[in-house]
């Protein structure tokens, strides 16, 4: 593993990492705060993964890595917007505590 | 080991460590600080392999606009400290096992089908050859981007007005 040099092998399995890290964030967190920082993390892997992939499909991958971007920004602002919204009514940023919709 | 390869293990082993610790932190603003270190060591990632575009959007985008909301959300909702104790992990301590399964069986499919393959090289990522492609190639995903961003926009404001009303 430890070449000369730099594969996407490497970029895939570092990304796939980062992306298993954020899993676990969401799994294991309850501050709602703290689920969207897993997935930035999640997301950061993704990208790592498609820039992994570009160094042998070209540049298209990387176009790619911006789209996603771009949907990453809008994911973490209607995230964080529901975030304020749930503090607002429900007092409390604890994804357990908010259980209204359950029936 | 040459330069790239010493370059790709530092920035691999800091945002490794970097993203352990923001999922990892008691207070939400020490999370989003290793977050940053994340973003820009991902930056960093991007320019070992000569990609200095995509590894400029990632610090203005990532490092300049998405943090800053993190860090006006945290401040809007101004959690005490007794607030912030649940943060404890109180579920089973080995449900983590279920994802280090995931990740292993998955690195084992990328060794798997990485052998064999030779590797074609793009020496430069510039600002033309990715814009090329997102214009002549990704020409849809280009126009619903801009729907998506469209709605967001007004999902939002819907979402801070409503919270306001009430």
């Known amino acids: ?103 | 080991m040459n330069l790239e390869s010493i370059l790709f293990f530092i920035f691999a082993g800091a945002s490794i460590i970097s993203s352990v610790m923001a999922i990892s932190r008691r207070q939400p603003i020490f999370g989003v600080m290793y977050l940053l270190v994340l973003g820009l060591s991902v930056a960093g990632l991007f320019a070992v392999k000569k990609a200095f575009f995509l590894s400029l959007i990632q610090i203005i985008i990532y490092v300049g606009a998405v943090l800053v909301l993190f860090v006006f959300v945290i401040a809007m909702i101004n959690l005490s400290k007794e607030e912030l104790i649940f943060g404890k992990i109180r579920r089973s301590r080995f449900l983590f096992l279920i994802p280090v399964m995931l990740i292993f069986i998955l690195i084992l499919s990328v060794v798997i089908s990485e052998s064999g393959h030779n590797i074609q090289r793009f020496q430069f990522f510039t600002a033309k050859d990715v814009s090329l492609a997102l214009y002549k190639d990704l020409l849809f995903h280009f126009e619903y981007l801009s729907v998506f961003l469209l709605s967001a926009i007004v999902i939002t404001v819907f979402i801070g007005m409503r919270g306001k009303k009430q």
């Open chain 1, 1 to 103: 593993m430890v070449g000369a040099e730099i594969t996407p092998f490497h970029f895939i399995t570092l990304g796939l990492t980062l992306f298993f890290i954020g899993i676990c964030g969401i799994i294991l967190r309850r501050n709602i705060i703290f689920v969207f920082i897993s997935l930035e993390v999640a997301t950061n892997g993704i990208f790592l993964i498609f820039f992994g992939a570009s160094l042998k499909v070209g540049y298209i991958s990387q176009a790619l890595v911006l789209v996603f971007m771009a949907i990453a920004a809008v994911e973490v602002a209607v995230g964080l917007a529901l975030a304020i919204a749930i503090f607002r009514t429900s007092k409390t940023v604890n994804v357990d505590e908010v259980s209204q919709l359950k029936g």
